[in-house]
Nanobody, 120 residues
Framework: QVQLKQSGGGLVQVGGSLSLSCYVPISMHSLNALRWYRQAPGKQRELVAGLIMGGGTNYVDSVKGRFTISSDNAKNTVSLHMSSLKPEDTAVYYC??????????????WGQGTRVTVSS
């Protein structure tokens, strides 16, 4: 079982910035897409940002212009840089990747989750 390892997160004031990092212990070249999700208390998990390998990025409307997803293939990491943070960004954030395996299709892997708290 492949476990992604997340780091970063914590407590930040409104308007501040924070970066999350996710180490991917398999070849980045075998991946189809990289994503960050979040789950706020009492709410469903939502897709925040996605990056298609060799393609573009997409963001949920509420974070457009404030969050940036990126990858570093040499370091096997996926990052989420968050700026102009708002209280409604408070959530547990999860990184997710899917790997295309011949004969099996796309397999999903997840990070352990990291809490981000934005205080006003």
């Amino acid at each position: 079982q492949v476990q992604l390892k997340q780091s970063g997160g914590g407590l930040v004031q409104v308007g501040g910035s924070l970066s999350l990092s996710c180490y991917v212990p398999i070849s980045m070249h075998s991946l189809n897409a990289l994503r960050w999700y979040r789950q706020a208390p009492g709410k469903q998990r939502e897709l925040v940002a996605g990056l298609i390998m060799g393609g573009g990025t997409n963001y949920v409307d509420s974070v457009k212009g404030r969050f940036t997803i990126s990858s570093d293939n040499a370091k096997n990491t996926v990052s989420l840089h968050m700026s102009s943070l708002k209280p409604e960004d408070t959530a547990v954030y999860y990184c997710n990747v899917d790997q295309l395996i011949a004969g099996q299709g796309a397999i999903d892997y997840w990070g352990q989750g990291t809490r981000v708290t934005v205080s006003s």
